[in-house]
């Protein structure tokens, strides 16, 4: 019965446990037969024929490719250097195993390319305006030369934008010069609603009887706080005259 038992067992040794894969949640594997594709393997145990079959393992989760600072002349001659990051996933295991050799370093090269492509035909103005929409521009155009290699693009992130110093200076007087431009409008319109206040003030204060009078004794009173002080002032009749009629308006009112 032991001898019966040996075959089973050097087949199994040799034969079952060198075929045997675990595949994890995060990946696929590329069965390949006699260098022909056969079958794309789910996470999990399997087994392959040995010396016959080979597996091809790729990952599925986002992964990032970083593209290096590029010198980029833009539509209206300004040098500027931009660096960005690409996000993609392994959309169809079969096709990044077999259609290209490193997907990789392929979706990083025609990121870059592309990249050079698309800032060399806007303006400065538009590509620090618009950065996501730029970014966006390039993401469809590698997403859809990466979509037969079976890679899916995320989305496309423009890091930073590097500005020759010189055209920082000028930014710079450029900003300064709106500021100031907006701080003299709403000084002005600050100055004309104070206008707009004054105007009906002194239409309710030139109707009151004796109003202007009144104000004027107000005005005096503030110059000269101090008591022990005395400020004469040469007054106009009309000054008087008002004075009498506010006082007279006052008894009539108190009278009814």
């Known amino acids: ?3 019966l038992l040996i075959p089973f067992v050097v087949v199994i040794f040799f034969f079952v446990l ?7 949640q995060y ?5 390949l037969t006699l260098g022909r594709y056969t079958s794309t393997r789910n996470p999990g145990l399997t087994w392959i024929f040995p010396g016959l079959q080979r597996m091809l393992k790729t990952d599925l989760r986002i992964d990032t490719v970083d593209i290096p600072q590029q010198e980029v ?12 990051v690409v996000y993609f996933k ?5 096709k990044a195993m077999l259609e290209i050799k490193n997907f990789r370093e392929a979706v ?3 990121a870059q390319a592309t ?3 698309i800032i060399g035909g806007i303006e400065l103005d538009t590509l620090l305006s618009e950065r996501d929409k730029v970014a966006g521009d390039i993401k469809k155009l590698v997403d859809v030369a990466t979509e037969p290699w079976g890679i899916d693009v995320s989305t496309i992130k423009i890091q930073d934008i590097e500005l020759p110093a010189d ?3 000028v930014m710079a007087k450029q900003a300064e010069s709106e500021r100031e431009r907006r701080a003299v409008i709403i000084r002005a319109e600050g100055e004309y609603a104070a206008s707009e206040k004054l105007a009906k003030a002194a239409r309710v204060i030139s109707e009151a009887p004796g109003g202007l009078s009144m104000r004027t004794l107000q005005t005096i009173e503030k110059i000269n706080p101090d008591p022990s002080k005395t400020v004469i002032f040469a007054m106009p009749i009309e000054f008087f005259e008002g004075v009498k009629t506010l006082t007279e308006f006052l008894k009539e009112k108190s009278h009814k």
């Open 27 to 31: 990946e696929r594997g590329v069965v």
């Open 115 to 117: 990249l050079r492509d």
């Open 90 to 94: 392994v959309d169809n295991a079969e």
């Open 73 to 84: 002349i833009t539509k209206d001659n300004v040098t500027v250097g931009i660096n960005a």
């Open 18 to 24: 060198p075929g045997l894969r675990i595949i994890d």
């Open 1 to 3: 019965m032991g001898f």
């Open 167 to 169: 055209m920082k200076r």
């Open 108 to 110: 990083a090269l025609y």
